[in-house]
């Protein structure tokens, strides 16, 4: 893996084991992903399953997903 001369340094003066460090977020960005997949394939079967959901579902479960978002970044803040 190829890592900045400035980022390397930085791990370097901080005594962070860089290996250990990009493994871990190897292996995280994988498992968002593999998720993300599941997800939308669930959201696939479950379509197809009870049909699309009216307009008035779509807009009340997007205003859930955006309260989720602005209470999960204020919380992150």
């Known amino acids: ?7 390397y340094d930085e ?5 962070l084991p860089a290996s250990e460090l ?3 977020a190897v ?3 994988v498992e968002r992903l593999n998720a993300l997949t599941e997800t939308e394939q669930y959201l696939d079967e479950l ?11 779509d807009a ?4 859930i997903a955006r309260r ?3 209470r999960t970044s204020r ?3």
């Open 27 to 29: 292996r995280a960005e």
């Open 22 to 24: 990009l493994q871990v």
């Open 11 to 15: 791990l370097k003066q901080r005594g």
């Open 47 to 57: 379509e197809a399953e009870v049909g699309e959901p009216s307009a008035r579902a």
């Open 75 to 77: 919380q992150a803040s």
């Open 60 to 63: 009340q479960a997007k205003a």
């Open 68 to 70: 989720i978002r602005t």
């Open 1 to 7: 893996m190829y890592l900045p001369e400035d980022l």
